[in-house]
Nanobody, 115 residues
Framework: QVQLVESGGGLVQPGGSLRLSCVAS????????MGWYRQAPGKQRELVAA???????NYADSVKGRFTISRDNAARTVYLQMNSLKPEDTAVYYC?????????WGQGAQVTVSS
């Protein structure tokens, strides 16, 4: 079955960096677009960044220039490098893939930006 497992979250000070990883299984990773989303307390889940099968990327305006999404097809992993983190980046971050019209989500990784 489809599985997405995120890791790399944690507590970081403002201005710091974290790298999230999402390891995928149960589908043909290399031909599918992948996305990172986040959900802060009391807010709707929102797209942070997405990457296509040919590594074209797009980002939410709020993270452009600070976050970078990438993929390693051999490792079946998508990454989110987060630099210059701000308190407003605090959220649970989720990895997502859409297959045959259905959305599959990972369990989420908590990112907390606080001094």
């Amino acid at each position: 079955q489809v599985q997405l497992v995120e890791s790399g979250g944690g507590l970081v000070q403002p201005g710091g960096s974290l790298r999230l990883s999402c390891v995928a299984s149960g589908f043909v990773f290399s031909i599918n677009a992948m996305g990172w989303y986040r959900q802060a307390p009391g807010k709707q889940r929102e797209l942070v960044a997405a990457i296509t099968s040919v590594s074209s990327t797009n980002y939410a305006d709020s993270v452009k220039g600070r976050f970078t999404i990438s993929r390693d097809n051999a490792a079946r992993t998508v990454y989110l490098q987060m630099n210059s983190l701000k308190p407003e980046d605090t959220a649970v971050y989720y990895c997502k893939v859409q297959l045959r019209g259905y959305d599959f989500w990972g369990q989420g990784a908590q990112v907390t930006v606080s001094s």
